[in-house]
């Protein structure tokens, strides 16, 4: 069973930056991809970022530029730096990470950027 626990998070004013950080525990097989998911109010949960497990990264377009999405592998954390944020960015924001036996999901972290 793997566990996430994700920290960060939180209200800022449009334009500010936030950290998102996902901490994988517990019988942590091989980890492939890691990511960061979010889900608006009355939205569907989209794909923000994904890493591999040698870096490469993936962004949804909305947020080229902005976001960076990071991962140790010795310590199976993955973090999301986001920047220049937006109001339209509010949404609960999810660490994901894919494993051989399954995708795991943490509990979600609200995000809200004011105008």
């Known amino acids: 069973q793997v566990r996430l626990v994700e920290s960060g998070g939180g209200l800022v004013q449009a334009g500010g930056s936030l950290r998102h950080s996902c901490q994988a525990s517990?019988?942590?097989?091989?980890?492939?991809?890691m990511a960061w998911h979010r889900q608006a109010p009355g939205n569907q949960r989209k794909l923000v970022a994904r890493?591999?497990?040698?870096?490469?990264?993936t962004y949804a377009d909305s947020v080229k530029g902005r976001f960076t999405i990071s991962r140790d592998n010795d310590k199976n954390t993955v973090d999301l730096q986001m920047n220049n944020l937006k109001p339209e960015y509010t949404a609960v924001y999810y660490c994901?990470?894919?494993?051989?036996?399954?995708?795991?999901w943490g509990q979600g972290t609200q995000v809200t950027v004011s105008s």
């Open positions: 517990g019988i942590v097989l091989r980890i492939n991809g």
């Open positions: 994901t990470v894919f494993t051989i036996v399954g995708d795991y």
């Open positions: 890493i591999s497990p040698g870096g490469t990264t």
